[in-house]
C-alpha cells in the first residue's frame, strides 16, 4: 500500500466515530437537530438530502469547525474538547472552498500544507499525493492552470496528504467530468481498504450508487432514516425524502 493511502496513528487515533443526539441552533433556527448515528473505519457514509437539510452543518460540527448546541461527538473514546489539535490532526475535510493557492504550482500547495501538519518529508508527500491524484507529470504548473477536476484532484490530496482517519468531503463530485468522477470513486475505494471513517455529503445519487456502505437521508435538519449497504439510492432518496 502506498504512503499516501497507508493512515497514520496517533495519541488520538480512533475506530469509529459516533454521533449521539446531537443539535445545531443557529438563534432560533435549528440547522440540525437530534441528530444520531455511527460510522466505523473501513466504511463509506452518505449524508444525502435536499438543500438545506443540514449536510453542510453537520459535517463542520463532525470536523470539529462547529460545536453541537446539545449533544455529543465521540472520536472513538475522545471529544474535540478533550483531545483538541491531535484529534484534528486524525481529520481531512474537503469543502466547497478548495483552499488553494492559485498562484503556486501543485507541487507547492501540497508541501505547504504537508508543512503544516509538521510531515517529516514535505516534498516526498507532495510527490506522493501528485502520483495518488495521477497529476504528476503537472506538479510544477501553476493551480491557476488548472481544470476545475484538476484542481479538485489536488484539493482531495490536500485534505488526505497527513493521511488522516476521518475523511469528511462536502459535494466532492460538484463540477467533475466523468473521468474526474470515476477517479474520486477509486480514491475513495482505497481509502475504505486502509480502514479510514468516510462521510460524505452529495447530491448526485447516481455516483452514490454502488460506492456507499451506508446512508443517513436528511430533511430540514432532521434524520428521516439510516439505511445499510443501499441498493437503489434514488429509489429510496425518493421513497424517504420527497
Same mark, same amino acid.
Given at each position: 500500500m502506498s504512503p499516501s493511502t497507508t493512515l497514520r496513528t496517533g495519541p488520538a487515533d480512533f475506530e469509529h466515530l459516533s454521533v449521539d443526539d446531537v443539535s445545531r441552533h443557529f438563534g432560533r433556527r435549528r440547522a440540525v437537530s437530534r441528530i444520531t448515528f455511527r460510522a466505523d473505519r473501513g466504511v463509506v457514509l452518505g449524508l444525502l438530502g435536499p438543500n438545506g437539510a443540514g449536510k453542510s452543518t453537520l459535517l463542520a460540527l463532525l470536523a470539529t469547525l462547529l460545536r453541537p448546541s446539545s449533544g455529543t461527538? $465521540? =472520536?472513538? !473514546?475522545? &471529544? /474535540?474538547? &478533550? $483531545? +483538541? /489539535? /491531535?484529534? $484534528? /490532526?486524525?481529520? +481531512?475535510?474537503? +469543502?466547497?472552498?478548495?483552499?488553494? =493557492?492559485? !498562484?503556486? &504550482?501543485a507541487r507547492e500547495n501540497l508541501e505547504f500544507f504537508a508543512g503544516l501538519y509538521g510531515l517529516p518529508d514535505r516534498r516526498a508527500a507532495a510527490s506522493a499525493a501528485l502520483e495518488a491524484a495521477g497529476l504528476a507529470h503537472r506538479g510544477d504548473d501553476p493551480v491557476s492552470s488548472f481544470s476545475r477536476g484538476m484542481r479538485q484532484r489536488v484539493a482531495l490530496e490536500r485534505a488526505l496528504i497527513h493521511r488522516p482517519r476521518l475523511v469528511l468531503l462536502d459535494e466532492p463530485f460538484t463540477g467533475l467530468d466523468d473521468a474526474s468522477a470515476a477517479a474520486l470513486g477509486r480514491r475513495l475505494h482505497g481509502l475504505r481498504a486502509a480502514d479510514a471513517v468516510i462521510i460524505l455529503a452529495t447530491h448526485d445519487l447516481d455516483l452514490a450508487e454502488g460506492l456507499l456502505d451506508r446512508a443517513v437521508f436528511l430533511r430540514e435538519g432532521r434524520m428521516v432514516e439510516a439505511v445499510d449497504r443501499p441498493q437503489d439510492v434514488r429509489a429510496t432518496y425518493r421513497k424517504i425524502v420527497s
Amino acid at each position: 500500500m502506498s504512503p499516501s493511502t497507508t493512515l497514520r496513528t496517533g495519541p488520538a487515533d480512533f475506530e469509529h466515530l459516533s454521533v449521539d443526539d446531537v443539535s445545531r441552533h443557529f438563534g432560533r433556527r435549528r440547522a440540525v437537530s437530534r441528530i444520531t448515528f455511527r460510522a466505523d473505519r473501513g466504511v463509506v457514509l452518505g449524508l444525502l438530502g435536499p438543500n438545506g437539510a443540514g449536510k453542510s452543518t453537520l459535517l463542520a460540527l463532525l470536523a470539529t469547525l462547529l460545536r453541537p448546541s446539545s449533544g455529543t461527538i $465521540r =472520536y472513538g !473514546e475522545h &471529544t /474535540a474538547s &478533550t $483531545r +483538541g /489539535a /491531535a484529534l $484534528r /490532526a486524525a481529520i +481531512g475535510v474537503l +469543502g466547497h472552498d478548495l483552499f488553494l =493557492y492559485p !498562484e503556486l &504550482t501543485a507541487r507547492e500547495n501540497l508541501e505547504f500544507f504537508a508543512g503544516l501538519y509538521g510531515l517529516p518529508d514535505r516534498r516526498a508527500a507532495a510527490s506522493a499525493a501528485l502520483e495518488a491524484a495521477g497529476l504528476a507529470h503537472r506538479g510544477d504548473d501553476p493551480v491557476s492552470s488548472f481544470s476545475r477536476g484538476m484542481r479538485q484532484r489536488v484539493a482531495l490530496e490536500r485534505a488526505l496528504i497527513h493521511r488522516p482517519r476521518l475523511v469528511l468531503l462536502d459535494e466532492p463530485f460538484t463540477g467533475l467530468d466523468d473521468a474526474s468522477a470515476a477517479a474520486l470513486g477509486r480514491r475513495l475505494h482505497g481509502l475504505r481498504a486502509a480502514d479510514a471513517v468516510i462521510i460524505l455529503a452529495t447530491h448526485d445519487l447516481d455516483l452514490a450508487e454502488g460506492l456507499l456502505d451506508r446512508a443517513v437521508f436528511l430533511r430540514e435538519g432532521r434524520m428521516v432514516e439510516a439505511v445499510d449497504r443501499p441498493q437503489d439510492v434514488r429509489a429510496t432518496y425518493r421513497k424517504i425524502v420527497s
